[in-house]
Every structure is written in C-alpha cells, then in structure tokens.
C-alpha cells in the first residue's frame, strides 16, 4: 500500500506511517485525568425544603382556568 502510494508521488501518506510513533502516545488521553484541575465547578447550595407544589406550576393548570371562566361568566350574569 505505502509502495503504491509512493509510485503516485503521495509522500505524505508514507510521511504519517514515518511519524505514527511519535504522535500517537497510548498514555497521553490518560495523563489528563491524573492532573490535579485547574479549576473545580462550585457544588449547588442545599435547599432547606421543597417548594410548594403551586409555585412549580408556570402555566394554571386548565381545570383552574376553565372554573376561572365559568366563575366569571356565571358572576357577568
């Protein structure tokens, strides 16, 4: 393959089989992990207790607005 590639004037190709070694070091992905961080993400602050299940809500949930329309309707007449 790299005889072929040669015959075609492509050097480049037999150049990264040339280099291959020094470029790819198994331990190097690795390395990374065993370095101290250089900077730690803050951990969240602990909630005392849950909210309410009302202030979850971001939309009224539609049984509440269908009686808020009938209430109001009912109040119109």
């Not at 070091?25 to 009302?54: C, D, F, G, I, S």
């Amino acid at each position: 393959m790299a005889g072929r590639h040669l015959a075609h004037f492509q050097t480049n190709f037999v150049r990264m089989l040339w280099k291959l070694s020094s470029a790819c070091n198994a331990e190097r992905p690795t390395a990374e992990h065993a370095r101290p961080a250089r900077y730690l993400m803050p951990e969240p602050p602990e909630v005392a207790q849950a909210p309410p299940r009302e202030a979850l809500y971001t939309h009224v949930p539609l049984g509440v607005q269908r009686r808020a329309r009938r209430d109001t309707a009912e109040a119109a007449q």
